[in-house]
């Protein structure tokens, strides 16, 4: 029974903005950037700046992901490297219906896998990641544990990671990594061994005087991981860092309650990795969206956030983008020094332009091998390559747009679904257990 106890739900301050109205919170963050102009420090930013010509985004000209090609090269891709005999691999590569012939074909995909796993992914171990004296945030590179074998194995590598990695430099987690039942119906069991796995990792970084980055995940898991982030400050001071993504409603209410815990700690805002998930899921379970349906929606909250940071006492900024506009809109907003990060094999002549600035410049390097790559890479593919993408079409960005609809969100719009129960709103199932509450006590 998912009832049991006698705790109810904890509900935080920010989860009034999980599912709400979208247009109704945009006037909220708009409101607070009426007297901001930022106008001229985008444009300062265009005009000093060269687009990155990096393999993905070389690649996305050739199979752009708003296309059937697109998708389908990703899709196998994805498939390639799993698939152990040629005959397999052919018949599967004969989909993207080009005129050469079937070993072409497999070798080329071959390489355009090993290419690009090259260019987005630092090294395939910390040993060798770690030589570099650039400053840096450590990925050990993998999804959400599946079986309690996995999570041990994470943990493993984050141990390794934080006694290998030297300062300035840090790590960065995913708490999904750490047991294979990260889901808020099972709280009960999977947060305290996680506050215990990652108390640990944190008392080495600590003594090793390295950073350590909690990284952002599904909207249904961020009550999850402030559990763990509220434990951890609590326990171990400052030296955390938790990634905001501006793309959920409840980004800026997130910032305001981790500047409520009265110790320094870290925010690298990003705009988002789950956007396509995110909706999937909505949909699928009937639920109103838990982020912004359009990428100007997104921009807008962005630079709430960014405000939001820059005025926070205990909040240390962190600002992850690749978007010239994005880092004008920032330095528009302050005359102070900044730290901004980059994902490794991109955005690097901007953030030497960054560097040159006078500002900080973090690369955050994944590091794994191949059969850790697909993942990750079909996510940053999607994530720079799709016309939904929040990080492509630099020269389009303006973050004080109204929020138009973009043509491939006019779908998401107008599709029916019943109505479903959110069982990761707190407030939803707070009042389940009273009712059941109350049912039993009629029928006793």
């Known amino acids: 029974m998912i009832l049991k106890g006698d705790n109810m739900y904890k509900v935080y301050p920010y989860n009034y903005m999980y599912r709400m109205d979208e247009k109704k919170l945009v006037k909220h963050l708009k409101d607070r950037l009426r007297d901001v102009d930022i106008s001229s420090s985008i444009e300062e930013l265009f005009n000093n700046s060269k687009k990155d010509k990096t393999l993905i985004r070389l690649m996305m000209k050739f199979f752009p992901m708003d296309s059937d090609r697109g998708k389908l090269a990703m899709s196998i891709s994805e498939s390639i490297s ?72 994470y943990f493993g590598k984050y141990i390794k990671a934080a006694y290998t990695v030297e300062a300035p430099s840090e790590i960065s987690i995913k708490l999904s990594s750490l047991h294979p039942r990260y889901e808020y119906l099972r709280q009960d069991s999977c947060i305290p061994t996680i506050i215990g796995m990652v108390s640990h990792l944190m008392g080495i970084c600590n003594r090793r005087g390295i950073g350590l980055t909690i990284d ?178 630099e020269n389009q960005e303006n973050h004080l747009d109204e929020g138009r609809e973009m043509d491939s969100y006019q779908s998401i719009f107008s599709r029916s679904n019943s109505h479903g129960t959110d069982f990761s709103d707190p407030e939803i199932m707070n009042e389940l257990r009273c009712y059941y509450d109350r049912k039993d006590k009629e029928s006793s």
């Open 216 to 393: 952002a995940e599904e909207s249904d898991r961020l009550d999850l991981s402030m559990m763990v982030i509220e434990s951890i400050v609590k326990s171990h001071g400052e030296g955390l860092t938790v990634a905001v993504q501006a793309s959920q409603k409840r980004a800026i209410g997130v910032i305001k309650h981790l500047n409520s815990l009265n110790v320094p700690i870290g925010v690298r805002l990003v705009k988002g990795a789950y956007w396509d998930t995110e909706i999937k899921m909505a949909q699928e379970r009937g639920l109103e969206y838990p982020v912004f349906t359009s990428k100007e929606h997104t921009n807008i909250s962005y630079l709430a956030c960014a405000k939001l940071m820059l005025e926070s006492e205990y909040i240390i900024p962190k600002f992850a983008t690749h978007n010239p506009s994005t880092i004008g809109a920032v330095l528009g907003l302050t005359d102070d020094k900044q730290e901004f990060q980059r994902l490794y094999g991109m955005g690097e002549n901007l953030h030497k332009l960054v560097e040159y600035l006078g500002h900080k410049s973090r690369i955050y390097k994944p590091v794994g091998d191949s059969k850790e790559l697909l993942s990750y890479l079909i996510r940053r593919m999607m994530e720079n390559g799709a016309n939904t993408s929040f990080v492509v079409h």
């Open 82 to 153: 799993r698939i152990p005999d040629n005959k397999n691999k052919d018949e599967l590569l004969s989909q993207l219906n080009l005129p050469l012939p079937k070993f072409v074909l497999r070798l080329s995909a071959r390489l355009a896998v090993y290419l690009l796993s090259r260019s987005l992914i630092c090294s395939n171990t910390i040993e060798k990641a770690s030589t570099s004296r650039k400053l840096s945030s450590y990925d050990m590179l993998g999804e959400a544990a599946v079986t309690y074998k996995q999570s041990r194995d």
